[in-house]
């Protein structure tokens, strides 16, 4: 219990957290049913190249979110690569600035140039009145990132897409399972990405899928994904190598059994950050659409400096001297990261929300590896910096100089 300044570990007092809380720790599954998979696949000795487990969890997968498809995939990075070349974009995408390197990237890496455009301060998610601004005639498509468990304005983005004959793409990296107006996400767009990344809210330890309703995009992924393979020394399209292992459906399957209780875990979590950290005056945590499904596998802070006296940087920074790794995601934002940032170095003129929304947020640990007591202990240390903004702000400034002067000494 942190109770004067000194208790804090940044300025000399006891960590509260003796072993690092992670954003982003893994949800695993049933450990038994894991490990009788595991021996399976070896009895098989089937370890990847579309093997009965990869197989069994793309069905499984595509049926839970009621989609024609579901190509399973190395990680979601790959996944998407693949959409985008199988979807036939070239020129210029639009997509967030807002969001992880990987989308922006995803592009990149098959000389598309990525069109940063402006977020919604209030869901995070691409601001369809920005998008259609930045259209010109290179521009080919639209990928909307599902951000946090935030859904895009689906509908506004699919109209603008229409009117303007582009490809619409979703990048659904943190949206499995969740749902838009009733309807759960892989049935937006020509196709939506997901990754099941150790880190997400279902993970295969690395992987991803495309799912999507498009036959005729399907057929192409998957040939792609494999090569270009259409059957033994037969090639029939340029590809890669995007195959997910059976180790990795393995763990998939087995965490698909256990979904629902991930879901309740994070629920519960952010119910107890939600009442544990209300009121709190300049701090305001991301909610959630309770009419929708969603996974509450993100516990978001947003941090009002002006409010706070403290900043969202100086909050971290005390949260980390207490063990506590809470992430900025996704700080600076993409357009001033390599090699965005050499070759737009103006972007940021049109890109306000994003460049004000990368200081304030903080994600905080959530799910199956945190525990009530643990968060209540959090909350507390949060509470009591937010009751002592200004005077810490003062403390930490002074020890910070005092450090540079022994430093310049
Ligand atoms: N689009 C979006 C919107 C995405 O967020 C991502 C990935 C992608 C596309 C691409 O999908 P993938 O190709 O990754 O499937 C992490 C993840 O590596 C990345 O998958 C994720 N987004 C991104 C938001 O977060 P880092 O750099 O933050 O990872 P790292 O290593 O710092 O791990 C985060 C925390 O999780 C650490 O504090 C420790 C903990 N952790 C991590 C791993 C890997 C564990 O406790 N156990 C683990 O096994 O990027």
Redesign the pocket.
Known sequence: MKQSADDLAILGGRVAFAA?L?????NIGDRGALLTRINDLLDRCWLTNDGPFVQELEQRIAEFLGVRHCIAMC??????EIAIRAAGLTGEVILPAF?????AH?LQWQEITPVFCDVDPQTYTIDPFQVERLITPRTTGIIG???LGQLCQVEALAEIANRHNLKLLF?A??AFACSYKGTIIGNFGLAE?L??????FF?T????AVVTNNDDLATRIRLMKNFGFAGYDHVIHVGTNGKMSEVSAAMGLTGLESLEEFVATNYRNYKQYARELEGLPGLRLLTYDESERCNFQYIVLEVDEVVTNISRDKLMEILHAENV?A?R??YPGCHKMEPYRSYFPNAGLLLPKTEALVQRVLCLPTGT?IGPDEISKLCQVIRFVVAHGPELSLKLSAEQEEYLEEVVV
Do not use: Q
């Open positions: 690092p992670h954003v982003g720790r893994p990680n979601g990075t790959v996944a998407l969001t992880f390197i990987a989308t995803a990132v599902h951000i990048d990296a943190h990405m990754s099941f990344h150790a880190t997400k993970n330890f690395e992987g991803g790794l992430r995601y996704f590896a």
